[in-house]
Nanobody, 120 residues
Framework: VQLQASGGGLAQAGGSLRLSCAAS????????MAWYRQTPGKQRELVAG???????NYGDSVKGRFTISRDNANNTLYLQMNSLKPEDTAVYYC???????????????WGQGTLVTVSS
């Protein structure tokens, strides 16, 4: 499973950005997908997650500002980020739990990360 994140960049406080993550998963079933973020010296934290049936959960710091969604037909994950704050500055990683159609075991896969910088 390969995950390719895009859409990061520079935004002003109060602005918006939209992240995308395209999953290449031939002969795999994809389950929960999620966005995490990490800043230097800190642990990677969950930003938002979404199940294959589009149930969602969000980290407390982004509730009401960020929206996670997915397009199952195209194996693409999105994160709409509104009302951005300087503290949202981080490298954002997409993640997916996936299972080979020939196996019963689920594994977690990670994209390469995309940098989001929010200026005050």
């Amino acid at each position: 499973v390969q995950l390719q994140a895009s859409g990061g960049g520079l935004a002003q406080a109060g602005g918006s950005l939209r992240l995308s993550c395209a999953a290449s998963a031939v002969l795999f079933s994809i389950g929960i997908m999620a966005w995490y973020r990490q800043t230097p010296g800190k642990q990677r934290e969950l930003v938002a997650g979404i199940t294959s049936s589009s149930s969602t959960n969000y980290g407390d710091s982004v509730k009401g500002r960020f929206t996670i969604s997915r397009d199952n037909a195209n194996n693409t994950l999105y994160l709409q980020m509104n009302s951005l704050k300087p503290e949202d500055t981080a490298v954002y990683y997409c993640s997916a739990r996936a299972r080979s159609l020939l196996s019963s075991s689920w594994s977690q896969y990670w994209g390469q990360g995309t940098l989001v910088t929010v200026s005050s």
